[in-house]
């Protein structure tokens, strides 16, 4: 079973609308998250840690819902850069982070 | 004030040659990584130090070798290159104390086998 499972998408919004991502996780050891992005041909880009039951980064919001084992990502008034694919990555402390393929989001005009 | 830099950014270059890519952070962090990307997206660890020691290393060809020279480079070298190693080489580094295992990754190495 893979380590977490998110919609491959692609999502696509109007500029202004508030976008929401799940992200389910089998490991219920997990205590904590990233949020990463990925624009294409680029390299990840840390968006939020997420150690307690949320966090909160301006327009974007994360929740940690462990008894569900899911962890949500709210982006509020999109606009055209938050285009890009946003991945969920567990905190696996030392050992390497384990990347899955990511929802892809594409905010239109 | 570049965090996480690799050289170089593209490589082109034919089936049987060596190269190398280096890859510097100057964020203080201890630990370092090698990832490569593929056709497919997905990103794959393939090596880690930590503080000059290697802590993982992937099922990797040994055509592909890490080396630390201290704790702020990490360099891939390959050997004899294989059409299948065309890939993009992304390097990360992670502060790796006080519980704080956040990733930082390099603009990566995009490496094309002709």
């Known amino acids: 079973r893979k380590e977490v499972e998110q919609d491959p998408g692609p999502f696509n919004v109007p500029e202004g609308a508030t976008v929401a991502f799940n992200c389910t996780y089998s490991n219920s050891a997990s205590q904590s998250f990233f949020w990463y992005r990925q624009d294409c041909r680029k390299e990840p880009k840390l968006l939020m840690s997420v150690y307690s039951s949320g966090n909160e980064d301006g327009r974007f919001t994360a929740q940690l819902n462990r008894a569900s084992q899911y962890i949500s990502l709210l982006i509020r008034d999109s606009k055209l850069s938050d285009s890009a694919t946003y991945l969920c990555v567990p905190d696996t402390g030392r050992r390497a982070l384990t990347f899955g393929s990511g929802t892809r989001l594409q905010v239109q005009p | 004030d570049t965090a996480v830099s690799q050289t170089p950014k593209y490589l082109v270059t034919q089936m049987g040659n060596d190269k190398s890519i280096k890859c510097e952070q100057n964020l203080g962090h201890d630990t370092m990584y090698w990832y490569k990307q593929d056709s497919k997206k997905f990103l794959k660890i393939m090596f880690s130090?930590?503080?000059?020691?290697?802590?993982i290393n992937e099922t990797v060809p040994n055509r592909f070798s890490p080396k630390s020279p201290d704790k702020a480079h990490l360099n891939l070298h390959i050997n004899s290159l294989e059409l299948g190693d065309s890939a993009v080489y992304f390097c990360?580094?992670?502060?790796?104390?006080?519980?704080?295992?956040?990733?930082?990754f390099g603009p990566g190495t995009r490496l094309t086998v002709t």
């Open positions: 130090y930590n503080n000059k020691e290697l802590i």
């Open positions: 990360a580094s992670s502060p790796g104390t006080s519980g704080r295992w956040e990733q930082y």
